[in-house]
Each structure stands twice: as structure tokens, then as C-alpha cells.
């Protein structure tokens, strides 16, 4: 799981027994974008040195806790980019959105032309966070290129949802409940 927040992204690496490894990375879209992106649009010699960056601490991170799996990306930046790619935001298009390598380069590239005046109009891209996605796009591309996946998989549900689960009891993921007929 994928999580790119304003100043660290979380990778954990799990199944059904639990956690099998995690990271913390100090590497926040908002962060890398006030480190790197002093220009407006940025240059490409600082995308490409925040690129450079970001995949020198992913990919290590991501060895440590166990290597390529498929990925699964939730919370805002990630839910973003795919409102982006659909035109737009609606639950339904962007819970379970697949987004590609190809997809977010395309994206990322796109995004990183635009001055924020510009940015700040692309449909699926709240203004609020205009100022921050190229640096958030350039996270996403640069774990999808460490892991070696070719997709990853957007999800609208993310810690919060985990931790009510959690609280009642029960597991993440579907639920048969059987009606009061058939019992």
C-alpha cells in the first residue's frame, strides 16, 4: 500500500496475516515540492533532481520490506491523479482506477508544463492542490519504476476505514452477511 502525504510517504507490505514490512519515507509532496520546485511551472532540471531524489530512498525502502507486490495507492494525491486521468472526481471511477506507469508520466509531464494559474484548472485536480502534484505525480512515478509494476491499483478507502474495521472487530475487505431467511 502506497500512501503519498504532504510530508512523508508510507509503504507497508501485507496480506492476509497482517503486516509483513514498513516504511516511513520523508518524502511529501508538499515537502519535495518546497525543496525542489522553486519555478513556476518547474524546470525540468528540477524534476528530474526530485525524481532522482525520491527513487534513491524508494527503492532501498521498498527492498527492505520485501520487494516487488502488486500495489494498492490511497489517499489524497493518489485518488488525485486518478480524478485527472478520468476527467474528473466520482467515487465509483476512481475507487479501483488503475493507474500506469505510462498513464502517470503522461500526467506528470502534463502537470509539470503548466504554471499553477493553469494547474489549478485541470479537471479532477482540487485547486488546493495545484501546488503540490507534480511533486506528488513524480513520487507516484518513481515508486511504480522501483517496484517494477506496471499498475497501481486506486483505492477511496485508506487508515481511517482500517482503524473502524479494526475497532469493530472485523476485516478489511467484502463481507457476506447472510440474510434473516436464510438462517
Not at 502525504?5 to 503486516?19: F, H, K, N, Y
Not at 485527472?84 to 476512481?94: K, L, M, P, R
Not at 513520487?139 to 497501481?152: F, Q, T
Request: aromatic content about 0%; hydrophobic content about 40%; charged content about 20%.
Amino acid at each position: 500500500v502506497v500512501d503519498v502525504g504532504g510530508g512523508s510517504t508510507e509503504l507497508v507490505r501485507g496480506g492476509p496475516d497482517g503486516i509483513e514490512g514498513s516504511a516511513s519515507l520523508q518524502l511529501g509532496a508538499v515537502r519535495q515540492t518546497e525543496s525542489h520546485l522553486a519555478r513556476d511551472p518547474p524546470e525540468p532540471a528540477q524534476v528530474s533532481a526530485l525524481r532522482a531524489e525520491a527513487g534513491r530512498v524508494i527503492a532501498p525502502a521498498l527492498r527492505e520490506i520485501g520487494g516487488p507486490a502488486p500495489l494498492v495507492g490511497v489517499a489524497g494525491t493518489i485518488t488525485t491523479l486518478a480524478a485527472i486521468e478520468a476527467g474528473g472526481y466520482d467515487h465509483d471511477t476512481v475507487h479501483g482506477h488503475r493507474l500506469t506507469q505510462d498513464g502517470v508520466e503522461t500526467m506528470l509531464s502534463r502537470l509539470a508544463s503548466l504554471p499553477l494559474h493553469e494547474r489549478e484548472l485541470v479537471p479532477g485536480l482540487e485547486p488546493d492542490r495545484a501546488p503540490a502534484i507534480v511533486a506528488g505525480a513524480c513520487i507516484v512515478a518513481e515508486v511504480l519504476r522501483a517496484s517494477g509494476a506496471s499498475v497501481l491499483t486506486v483505492s477511496v478507502r485508506d487508515l481511517l476505514d482500517g482503524i473502524a474495521l479494526s475497532a469493530l472487530g472485523r476485516q478489511a475487505g467484502p463481507r457476506v452477511v447472510a440474510s434473516p431467511r436464510s438462517r
